[in-house]
């Protein structure tokens, strides 16, 4: 005996499936946009560090640093007996994230491009397009939250957070494993 979906179902899967697709479809432009376009080489400069690939290794770990606060956070943000400072620190958290990474991704298209010459490089090009997606498709599914099923944050936020960690180990930890842990 064939039962048909519920409603309430079919329901979620629309706007679950559109910020998939919005989220797979920005990865896909920054990559294609990253590996089409020519290389500026021109290098991310900020004060304090002694180059741009320390820059981008120090604040990809800051902002990996604050992705665990998130996933910490994110696990008590939404319970009835969460303090009241988690919720404002699981936001704050995931902002300022997103915001130490942008330099970086910058930096990563204009002046370097989707790369491919080494696995290593190869994976991290693949993920950093792959973490902006996910981070896309992660927003709208908290802008869509009451048409969304209730698992969509969560599975989507630790979508962004694996991308991340991701990037992370294949630049962050190799350059400082590879050449050092300074400034």
């Known amino acids: 005996m064939t039962t048909a979906p519920s409603p309430a179902r079919d329901r979620y899967a629309m706007p679950f499936l559109v910020a998939v697709l919005v989220g797979c479809l920005v990865a896909l432009v920054?990559?294609?946009?990253?590996?089409?376009?020519?290389?500026t080489g021109f290098a991310l400069d900020i004060v304090g560090f002694s180059s741009a690939l320390y820059a981008k290794a120090w604040l990809t770990?800051?902002?990996t640093a604050f992705a665990v606060v998130?996933?910490?956070?994110?696990?008590?943000a939404g319970?009835?007996?969460?303090?009241?400072?988690?919720?404002p620190l699981?936001?704050?958290?995931?902002?300022?994230?997103?915001?130490?990474?942008?330099p970086v991704v910058v930096h990563c298209i204009y002046a370097l491009g989707f790369q491919a010459y080494s696995t290593r490089v190869l994976i991290h090009s693949v993920f950093g397009c792959f973490f902006y997606g996910a981070f896309v498709a992660k927003m709208l599914s908290l802008t869509w939250r009451e048409s969304m099923p209730r698992w969509a944050v969560p599975v989507l936020g630790g979508t962004v957070f694996l991308g991340l960690i991701i990037v992370w180990l294949t630049s962050s930890l190799w350059l400082f494993t590879s050449k050092g842990w300074h400034f």
Do not use: E, M, N
Not at 30 to 39: D, F, K, Q, T
Not at 70 to 76: E, F, K, L, Y
């Open 30 to 39: 920054l990559g294609l946009y990253a590996r089409l376009h020519h290389p």
């Open 61 to 63: 770990t800051f902002a």
């Open 70 to 76: 998130q996933v910490v956070t994110g696990r008590r």
């Open 79 to 87: 319970k009835r007996d969460a303090a009241s400072w988690i919720a």
């Open 90 to 102: 699981h936001r704050s958290s995931g902002r300022i994230a997103i915001l130490l990474t942008v």
